[in-house]
């Protein structure tokens, strides 16, 4: 390969100056959120504000990927995701989007034939009072097939689509172009060479610290670091789900926070709940199950969090379609695929 086809890494200070535009953007964006007037240029669908945004999301986004160690980026951008007030993803912890008009429509088309096949048959040895009740069929079924997820909103989307590519992307073999390294003779199989990647615990550890550091009080203001009881109790999951103790003491800070009987610091009797198994579990821990990936595990993690995005909002999530996006993701990791794949302009 030439020395012109070579893309320069950005430097330290490039990525630094990254990591603050994408801390300007958050606090600039959202610090009008609760002012309607200056909230619709970022806010409506036709705004040009928002296109801005993206750009400028996308550019530092890139910038810190190609230079920060996995937790480096991962961080501001779950800080990006706690600050968002307009869901990022559909309530199937979806970001990306899918035609379902025409499937849709064939769908109702299809039971509307249905429908209308069993009233005829029925027809003819019930009463005609039962006609409402095959009537209100109809209505249920349409509803329940137009009740599907919609697409998620842009440039938001790129939140949840920004941090799934980073894990895959600082989970492989990367040259500076992107590419994909071969891997030596040690590491032909994908999920032992992830293993061996240091880069990988060392963002689980970090990750586990972050979570756990928003169960602790603010000796300053008082009360809990991350205030919303509903991210805590998300961030004991995705904790737990990263299958490490920091420094072998992580479980002490749940403990603190909800499982001893004295000093406890959480009031609510089903956060300490949490906080209970998610001790007894994090303190017999003994580091991933045989045969899970850590990337796997660090998905996992994030989609806790999206789940808490969206629950935070109000927003009731479907497990059962959450369930198929998490299985989609975890999907990936199995796979090897290439890094100027997973980058979108």
Known sequence: MSATNIIPSPSKAERESAVHQMARIRSEVFSIRDKAKQAKRFFDTESSERNDVKKEFDKCWVVLVRTGELWQVLKPLILFLRKLEVPAMTRELRYWP????????????????????????????????????????????????????????????????????????????????????????ECKIKVDWEAKDDKLEICRTEFARFCLERLKIDNKKGYFIEPSPVWRKFYIRAANSLHINPEGRGHHVLYAYGVDPLRRKESDTKLQEEAKRAYDRMRHCKGLPQGLSPRRSIIEAVTQLFEAHLTALGIEVNQEGAARTREILYRRTKESSKGENLIKN
């Open 98 to 185: 899918v035609q379902v008009g025409m499937a849709r429509k064939h769908l109702i088309d299809c039971y509307e034939y249905n429908i209308k096949e069993l009233k005829k048959e029925e027809a003819e040895r019930v009463l005609k009072d039962n006609s409402k009740a095959i009537e209100h069929k109809i209505i249920s079924i349409k509803e329940l097939v137009e009740s599907s997820e919609d697409n998620p909103i842009s440039p938001w989307d790129g939140v949840p689509n920004a941090i799934i590519n980073t894990i895959h992307l600082h989970s492989i073999n990367l040259d500076q172009n992107g590419n994909e390294c071969p891997l030596d003779d």
